[in-house]
């Protein structure tokens, strides 16, 4: 279907501060289309040059494994901890957002730099390879392969599954929501929880991926992602659970979930109605709806509800990990 | 992330950092946002501490540049070593940017908007402890909000999303039961004011009507009742702005443009008879001596003498149409420049 045409609906306003901050960031085309992805990602990789190297300024101890997955091909995944961590240092596995398309493993790295001061975690971040180059299933067995890969090595690296967090924004959640799944279906390593903020869950357009065809990963962006990464799967009743994970048709036994979401954003229905599948199957979910918040509401730091959500997510990870992050 | 809010801030200081805070402040307005988002945006925009004061309103609100809030300042004085502005409502009320060594170009946006931004602000969130009376004035006055137009129409009870109308009378008329009115000073002196709804039917015996407006547009409703007030006689007591047509803005224009005419000058000289403008009135209003002399209930031979008469003095034909329209607009704005009210009891 095509949403460009429709007629506008009406849709949840602005938090009013966040608003103030988002009318300053004029200047990127909207909506992104397939031509902008090759321009995005050479900015992208600009900013992830920055990021490497703010993360060596801040003394932090980095670390690059070539990793192998599936179909014979390798993929970088990166480790990232203090200095002076300690062996129960918690593994923290991360998934970077970008709609399936974009980003790249040090994208939204401010998020996970905070979790390894405040509880000296041990970040693992992973260059998934992106559609529309590479279709599903190829990003989600790369993630599913980076998390085994971890398991392998755990011991060499003093790491344990026991205590280790999936995360993920965006995409990003989208996508540790289907190696938390891929990880029960195998018997895999039972984890401690999975952090998925404003995931992306479910190809099927729902009543909010209607509501905003316009602003920061809009209608027509979401649609853009989801074709790019299914492609002829798109639109039909083929697509599997690992590609979209609300479609699943179990969501027992999965890992604790903490899912914060926006009233103002194209994920919030298939967010809520992923808490609610899990909270139905027996399962542990703690779900965040910010009133008036848009996707990337976070970015603006310094906003009320940005400091809400940031300290909704330090009350869980202080309880998902078992003791209380430092300032 | 920490990148993108440095983007926000407005450290450069070139026109479209003056662009940036306008937007932002502006956007808090429209979006209603409270007190402390209008001082952590200019902490954010400034990448200093900002903060402000008002010992009246016992708001003592400070944010550093993260966005948190910082604890108060100790007095007022210590504040005024950094860019600040004071309000220059005498509330003693400032808003300051805590940058050393002098303010930037821009700091005097930022305060500028900053202290805009929460005057309106306080004034959305502050209770008004208004009477019936203050309500109606702050209603009709130019000088209002739309905020406090809006509280003083649900202090009346008085819808705020339809159309009003205000209705002015002279300051002894009764009005109907219902109808909110206060005594008003204005430029015909003491005047009864009051507010109603379009579909009202009831008004006073003697009045002028504005036409139907939305809240913001009431004062000007008041100033066409105004001016229909003054057109007010015993043979059309209530007179509506809408049905003056184009008279109506003609008859405002021309109240302070035409200066002394002759015509002017005779109507003035008839109102000298008790009787003299309301005969003029009725032989405007109507198309024969006959029909006129039935309006004002007099005999037909009596208004025939008083017609001769006023024919004379006025130097042209009252009963050929022509004559009629040149009597009707030299009449009214003969009136419009001429009716004032006196104080009286209430």
Partial sequence: ?327 | MRELLQRLSALDEDASAAVKIITYFDTLLRRKAGLEPFVRGAAVLSGWPAGFAHPLHQLWIRVDPSGNVAPAVEGVDVVREWPHLEFDDGSGALVWIERPGGSSANDMVTLERLSAGLRLTLERVSPVDLDDAGAVEILVSATSTDDSRRKAARRLRLPVDRPLRVVVAPPDEPMPDGMRSTLVESSLGTIRAGVAEPTTERWPARCGVGTATSLHGLPQSFAQALVAVRLVSRLSPVVHWDELGVLGPFLTAAEGTVGEHPDLERVAALAAEPWGLETLEALAATDSVRAAAQVLGLHHSTLQSRLTRMQRDLGFDVTAAHGRHRALVALSLHRLRTVRFAATQD
């Fill in chain 1, 1 to 327: 279907m095509t949403l460009r045409n429709a007629a506008p609906l009406p849709a949840p306003p602005f938090d009013s501060e966040s608003a103030a901050a988002l009318a300053l960031t004029v200047g990127t085309p909207s909506p992104l289309t397939a031509d902008d992805i090759g321009e995005r990602r050479r900015v992208e990789a600009g900013d992830a040059a920055a990021m490497t190297r703010h993360i060596e300024e801040l003394g932090l101890v980095r670390v690059d494994e070539e990793i192998p997955v599936a179909d014979g091909a390798t993929i970088t995944l990166s480790l990232v901890h203090r200095r002076d961590r300690i062996p129960t240092s918690p593994l923290i596995y991360y998934m970077h957002g970008g709609g399936m398309i974009l980003g790249n493993r040090w994208s939204g790295a401010d998020v996970f730099l905070e979790w390894i001061e405040r509880y000296n975690a041990v970040v693992a971040t992973v260059e998934y390879r992106l559609a529309p180059e590479h279709r599903f299933p190829v990003p989600q067995q790369d993630c599913y392969a980076g998390l085994r890969w971890l398991e392998d090595n755990a011991g060499r690296l003093g790491l344990t599954l026991e205590t280790a967090l999936l995360a993920g924004i965006s995409a990003g959640g989208g996508l540790a929501a289907s190696v938390a799944q891929m990880v029960r279906d195998a018997n895999g390593p039972r984890l401690a929880g999975q952090l998925l903020l404003a995931p992306m869950l479910d190809d099927r357009v729902t009543r909010s991926a209607r509501q905003f065809p316009s602003g920061i990963w809009n209608s027509t962006e979401n649609e853009l992602g989801w074709r790019s990464l299914l492609g002829d799967l798109y639109g039909s009743d083929d697509v599997p659970a690992y590609a979209a994970p609300a479609r699943a048709e179990r969501f027992d036994n999965l890992p604790p979930a903490f899912i914060e979401v926006g009233s103002a954003e194209v994920f919030r229905d298939e967010a809520v109605a992923y808490a609610s599948d899990i909270w139905a199957a027996g399962g542990q979910a703690e779900l965040h709806v910010w009133a008036g918040a848009f996707h990337g509401f976070q970015l603006f730091e310094h906003t009320t509800l940005a400091r809400g959500a940031r300290d909704a997510v330090r009350n869980w990870l202080d309880r998902a990990l078992g003791y209380s992050g430092r300032d």
